[in-house]
């Protein structure tokens, strides 16, 4: 008994350190988080790092057939050593690594695609308009400027994109010549350079990207004290851990770090193909975090968020194939019984169609991914529209869901959907 007693005593001033040491390793990095398997939200659990205790059962147990055994030296023990006791600082980091934390904590295993990817050869410009109001095009500069003998109008509408091949500015205003010889005016516009990740393996656990500046939380919940850092819009970060508080999601970015769901768009590995899919190829739609991930051999290789249908043009959820694609494509149209909503968008790069006039594309006029947005197509950026086109191939799985059952299932309730 009297060395199960140093024992104890020991393990006393081995939590202390312990507990100090991985809160500076840890809590020092802020993107390496790690998780295993799909996140499926639990109860709120307690802030603090708990140092797991002995009932009398197991203190007797120590007592009569382990008092002659020395600690484990500092480590990982997924399985209960023969010649050791893996307690203190051994425990701590079992626990961790069966959640999958590791230290040091390693990074994700992917990297940014090719920037060159980004890169098209097309100029943009935003017809900006008042509303009601036409978007008229004159045979040249001087007629454009001076607003007379327009001679083909563009009806009215809210998103309004052209291509051009020549900007002049007069007076302050911006005017741009189309392929056609015509002068509109016209905003030339960029486009985000936004990229998701190229994965080299699957990782184990969930991650995703920061959707807005946000401030963590040392627990889940809204009365958990909030942390001196910052996280910015697109950081990627590793995910450990959810579970629901004060009715939302937290997720679990770091020992003491939580962030609440409306702040991240977060990817949770498939552990295996929708059914359907038989030979391991898919693209994965995922609604309610608006993220998309790619399968090649039932591994992921590719992320990224989108920008999917906004109420009420919803992206269909279902099993779908890729039946065209195309490089270049003008989408128009409208869905409002005024014609309030009409939209016309020239040159829609990496354009993959897979349900009814659905498509997967780039999306040269949205600024930020992570949100639903368009009338039913799933929104990339350029640059990730150009990495799948590359990747997809005619007859690919497209499989759009909505884990938390908010999108209508109903066939009935869509029409052929758009941009």
């Given at each position: 008994?009297?060395?199960?007693?140093?024992?104890?005593?020991?393990?006393?001033?081995?939590?202390?350190?312990?507990?100090?040491?991985?809160?500076?390793?840890?809590?020092?990095n802020?993107?390496?988080?790690?998780?295993?398997?799909?996140?499926?939200?639990?109860?709120?659990?307690?802030?603090?790092?708990?140092?797991?205790?002995?009932?009398?059962?197991?203190?007797?147990?120590?007592?009569?057939?382990?008092?002659?055994?020395?600690?484990?030296?500092?480590?990982?023990?997924?399985?209960?050593?023969?010649?050791?006791?893996?307690l203190?600082?051994?425990?701590i980091?079992?626990?961790?690594?069966?959640?999958?934390?590791?230290?040091?904590?390693?990074?994700?295993?992917?990297?940014?695609p090719?920037?060159?990817?980004?890169?098209?050869?097309?100029?943009?410009?935003?017809?900006?308009?008042?509303?009601?109001?036409?978007a008229?095009?004159?045979?040249?500069?001087?007629?454009?400027?001076?607003?007379?003998?327009?001679?083909?109008?563009?009806?009215?509408?809210?998103?309004?994109?052209?291509?051009?091949?020549?900007?002049?500015?007069?007076k302050?205003?911006?005017?741009?010549?189309?392929?056609?010889?015509?002068?509109?005016r016209?905003?030339?516009?960029?486009?985000?350079?936004?990229?998701?990740?190229?994965?080299?393996?699957?990782?184990?656990?969930?991650?995703g990207?920061?959707?807005d500046?946000?401030?963590?939380?040392?627990?889940?919940?809204?009365?958990?004290?909030?942390?001196?850092e910052n996280?910015?819009?697109e950081?990627?970060?590793?995910?450990?851990?959810?579970?629901?508080?004060?009715?939302?999601?937290?997720?679990?970015?770091?020992?003491?770090?939580?962030?609440?769901?409306?702040?991240i768009?977060?990817?949770?590995?498939?552990q295996?193909?929708?059914?359907g899919?038989t030979n391991?190829r898919?693209?994965?739609?995922?609604?309610?975090?608006?993220?998309?991930?790619?399968?090649?051999?039932?591994?992921?290789?590719?992320?990224?968020?989108?920008?999917t249908?906004?109420?009420?043009?919803?992206t269909?959820?279902?099993?779908?194939q890729?039946?065209?694609?195309?490089?270049?494509?003008?989408?128009?149209?409208?869905?409002?019984?005024?014609?309030?909503?009409y939209?016309?968008?020239?040159?829609?790069?990496?354009?993959?169609?897979?349900?009814e006039?659905?498509?997967?594309?780039?999306?040269?006029?949205?600024?930020?991914?992570?949100?639903?947005?368009?009338?039913?197509?799933v929104?990339?950026s350029?640059g990730?529209?150009?990495?799948?086109?590359?990747?997809?191939?005619?007859?690919?799985?497209?499989?759009?869901?909505?884990?938390?059952?908010?999108?209508?299932?109903?066939?009935?309730?869509?029409t052929?959907?758009?941009?």
């Amino acid at each position: 008994m009297g060395k199960y007693l140093e024992l104890k005593e020991t393990m006393k001033r081995l939590k202390v350190f312990t507990i100090t040491t991985l809160m500076m390793v840890l809590l020092g990095n802020t993107g390496m988080i790690l998780a295993q398997g799909e996140i499926t939200p639990t109860t709120a659990p307690e802030t603090t790092v708990e140092i797991p205790t002995q009932t009398p059962t197991e203190a007797a147990a120590v007592d009569t057939n382990d008092e002659e055994m020395a600690l484990c030296l500092p480590g990982v023990y997924l399985e209960e050593p023969d010649d050791c006791l893996p307690l203190g600082s051994s425990q701590i980091l079992t626990e961790l690594a069966k959640k999958g934390l590791s230290i040091p904590l390693k990074p994700l295993p992917a990297v940014k695609p090719d920037s060159s990817l980004v890169a098209i050869d097309q100029k943009y410009a935003k017809l900006n308009l008042q509303e009601g109001v036409r978007a008229a095009f004159y045979p040249n500069l001087d007629s454009a400027v001076a607003g007379i003998n327009a001679f083909r109008f563009l009806p009215a509408g809210k998103l309004l994109y052209i291509t051009y091949t020549y900007q002049s500015d007069v007076k302050g205003k911006h005017f741009v010549q189309v392929e056609t010889g015509e002068w509109v005016r016209a905003s030339p516009t960029n486009y985000s350079t936004f990229q998701g990740l190229q994965f080299t393996k699957t990782p184990s656990h969930s991650f995703g990207w920061i959707l807005d500046q946000a401030n963590p939380r040392k627990g889940p919940g809204y009365q958990a004290e909030t942390l001196n850092e910052n996280l910015v819009r697109e950081q990627v970060v590793q995910v450990y851990d959810a579970v629901e508080a004060d009715n939302t999601t937290w997720y679990m970015i770091g020992l003491g770090k939580w962030v609440e769901q409306r702040y991240i768009g977060v990817v949770n590995i498939m552990q295996s193909p929708p059914e359907g899919v038989t030979n391991g190829r898919w693209i994965e739609v995922n609604l309610y975090q608006q993220t998309l991930a790619v399968y090649e051999n039932n591994q992921i290789v590719f992320a990224t968020l989108i920008a999917t249908g906004a109420d009420p043009y919803f992206t269909k959820p279902g099993l779908f194939q890729i039946y065209e694609k195309k490089e270049l494509e003008t989408m128009t149209g409208s869905f409002a019984a005024d014609k309030s909503d009409y939209y016309y968008l020239e040159n829609v790069p990496w354009t993959m169609y897979f349900d009814e006039n659905r498509a997967l594309h780039g999306a040269y006029w949205r600024a930020l991914f992570g949100y639903t947005q368009s009338h039913g197509c799933v929104n990339l950026s350029v640059g990730d529209a150009h990495w799948l086109y590359n990747w997809a191939q005619v007859g690919d799985w497209v499989y759009v869901w909505d884990p938390s059952g908010a999108t209508p299932t109903d066939p009935a309730f869509y029409t052929q959907g758009g941009a």
